[in-house]
């Protein structure tokens, strides 16, 4: 079956660093997304990645590893605007999107 | 900035009772994605159009649930009859081509809720 996997959770400091990671198991892989959602708003465009490697785009960085299955998207100089849940999304073989639970973060002074 | 749009933003119904929801995508994206989003869960696409052509209506619940784009502009999604389970927030996205790897735009989303 397909499946993505996200931490539910996670905390950290305003102006730190924070990793929050993706992996999947799909038939197949054609690209990767992620977004960014505030509470209670719709999902954002954050970045999609299709080859491995880091894409950086100002504080928000997205890597791949599509030989591990595997993403991370690195927020760098935390700031309280910040707090918001992150989708990973992943294109199957049969290009369907197919989306993650999200992971909740939470930024603290 | 062209945006989706959505309405209504909110909407309390009682069970059995029809409600209907509409949006307009971004003037010139053929592809709408019609997705129903429940609280600490990704969206789940509910159907998907290409123009004024349904692509994919695998996970829509057909004994009650509704979409049409007719004039392949602005679309509607009607549930009838409305039932508890179905309280989530329904979100409508719009992408330029039906290429999978475009950039899918959402709108602010119809939070519904059934009692």
């Known amino acids: 079956g397909q499946n993505i996997d996200q931490p539910t959770e996670m905390t950290a400091t305003e102006g730190a660093i924070v990793q929050i990671n993706c992996t999947y198991q799909?038939?197949?892989?054609?690209?990767l997304f992620w977004y960014q959602q505030h509470a209670g708003e719709a999902p954002t465009f954050l970045s999609y990645?299709?080859l491995d490697g880091l894409e950086e785009k100002g504080r928000f960085s997205s890597f791949l590893s599509r030989s591990k299955g595997y993403s991370y998207l690195l927020l760098k100089e935390l700031q309280m605007k910040d707090s918001a849940s992150y989708l990973c999304?992943?294109?199957?073989?049969?290009?369907?999107?197919?989306w993650g639970a999200g992971t909740k973060l939470i930024i603290k002074p | 900035e062209a945006e989706v749009a959505q309405s209504p933003r909110y909407k309390i119904t009682e069970k059995s009772q029809a409600v209907a929801f509409w949006c307009d995508p971004i003037?010139?994206?053929?592809?709408l994605y019609w997705y129903r989003q429940i609280l600490g869960q990704g969206p789940e696409l509910l159907v998907q159009?290409?123009?004024?052509?349904?692509?994919?209506d695998s996970q829509l619940p057909k004994d009650r649930f509704s979409a049409e784009r007719l004039k392949g502009v602005d679309s509607t999604l009607k549930i009838q009859p409305a039932e508890l389970g179905d309280s989530a927030m329904y979100l409508c996205?719009?992408?330029?081509?039906?290429?999978?790897?475009?950039?899918?735009?959402f709108g602010p989303g119809t939070r519904l809720t059934v009692l």
């Open positions: 996205a719009s992408s330029f081509s039906g290429n999978p790897t475009d950039t899918q735009y």
């Open positions: 003037s010139g994206h053929a592809t």
């Open positions: 159009f290409q123009d004024e052509s349904v692509v994919d």
């Open positions: 799909t038939s197949g892989f054609n690209g």
């Open positions: 990645n299709v």
């Open positions: 999304a992943v294109i199957d073989s049969n290009y369907q999107l197919i």
